[in-house]
């Protein structure tokens, strides 16, 4: 079965990077398309990028050169990097799984890492 | 980006009631529309996919349609179980974006 899970600060003070890590276990992350998609107070849900079966990604352009995703294949691992953050980024962040087809849907989600952003 | 509004925010329902929640696109998203469920404290789970294709496991219940900028999720015969948030995705267009998300609770 496939299970990924979020982990990484709770906390992050402004203007400082947010690192998240997703841990994928059950299929291999060299398989597929990998992204991060967060969840905003007030419920609105946004796509910040993916990272490839061969390493290729690609962001939303509302996130400009803040965010960059990487990945290890010897830990199925992959990563979220956002910098300079606002108390904007304050937000319910998720790893998913996209098909093979490349078709942007998620098939399978993280349960979820809360990320507040405050001095 | 295409903006997806999903109505209603809110809807309460009876058991056994078949309830219709509506996705309106800004523009043709050629059936690249993706359905999905979410529980308090709970990861999404994907329903529907290709607006109308039914994600592996999930209740015959739930069915999607539309095309073209307006599409529908429904649910038959609504169960307990299916209390839960419900929001949009469209992917036919760079970036993907979703809809705001309707809260379903029992009447």
């Known amino acids: 079965e496939v299970q990924l899970q979020e982990s990484g600060p709770g906390l992050v003070k402004p203007s400082q990077s947010l690192s998240l890590t997703c841990s994928v276990t059950?299929?291999?992350?060299?398989?597929?398309?990998w992204g991060w998609i967060r969840k905003f107070p007030g419920n609105k849900m946004e796509w910040m990028g993916y990272i490839s079966y061969s390493g290729s990604t690609s962001y939303n352009p509302s996130l400009k050169s803040r965010i960059s995703i990487t990945r290890d294949t010897s830990k199925n691992q992959f990563f979220l990097q956002l910098n300079s953050v606002t108390t904007e980024d304050t937000a319910t962040y998720y790893c998913?799984?996209?098909?093979?087809?490349?078709?942007?849907?998620?098939?399978?989600w993280g349960q979820g890492v809360m990320v507040t952003v405050s001095s | 980006d295409i903006q997806m509004t999903q109505s209603p925010a809110s809807l309460s329902a009876s058991l056994g009631e078949t309830v219709t929640i509506e996705c309106r696109a800004s523009?043709?998203?050629?059936?690249?529309l993706a359905w999905y469920q979410q529980k308090p404290g709970k990861s999404p789970q994907l329903l529907i996919y290709?607006?109308?294709s039914l994600h592996t496991g999930v209740p015959s219940r739930f069915s999607g349609s539309g095309s073209g900028t307006q599409y529908s999720l429904k649910i038959n015969s609504l169960q307990s179980e299916d209390v839960a948030s419900y929001f949009c995705q469209q992917y036919y267009n760079y970036p993907p974006t979703f809809g705001g998300g309707t809260k379903l609770e029992l009447k």
């Open positions: 059950g299929y291999s992350i060299t398989s597929n398309y």
């Open positions: 998913a799984r996209s098909p093979y087809s490349g078709d942007r849907y998620f098939d399978y």
């Open positions: 290709n607006a109308n």
């Open positions: 523009e043709d998203i050629y059936n690249g």
